[in-house]
Nanobody, 123 residues
Framework: EVQLVESGGGSVQAGGSLRLSCAASGDTFSSACMGWFRQAPGKGREAVAYIYTGGGSTYYADSVKGRFTLSQDNAKNTVYLQMNSLKAEVTDMYYC????????????????WGQGTQVTVST
């Protein structure tokens, strides 16, 4: 079993920055996809950015490329999402997920999720 604990959300003005953290514990010995999804009320979850913990390769949604940066601390089993030049349209709940199965992970059907953290960007 894997537990994910998120932190770092909040409210900022447009143009500001936030850093989200997701710490994994439990059965984290295997490499996995780990990253962030966003979800608006009444809508499904969509991938924002994720990293493959084994090799460090990353994915970013087109809407955040150049502004968001992933990093990982393997010793702490933690992934960070640095969010810069924030725009109002990224306002949503953000959920961390981790899964060893890429297809399940990318389709948001993975079984391991954090509790979610709200990101609000105001103009």
């Amino acid at each position: 079993e894997v537990q994910l604990v998120e932190s770092g959300g909040g409210s900022v003005q447009a143009g500001g920055s936030l850093r989200l953290s997701c710490a994994a514990s439990g059965d984290t010995f295997s490499s996995a996809c780990m990253g962030w999804f966003r979800q608006a009320p009444g809508k499904g979850r969509e991938a924002v950015a994720y990293i493959y913990t084994g090799g460090g390769s990353t994915y970013y949604a087109d809407s955040v490329k150049g502004r968001f940066t992933l990093s990982q601390d393997n010793a702490k089993n933690t992934v960070y999402l640095q969010m810069n030049s924030l725009k109002a349209e990224v306002t949503d709940m953000y959920y961390c997920s981790r899964d060893t199965n890429f297809l399940l992970f990318y389709s948001a059907f993975g079984v391991h999720w954090g509790q979610g953290t709200q990101v609000t960007v105001s103009t």
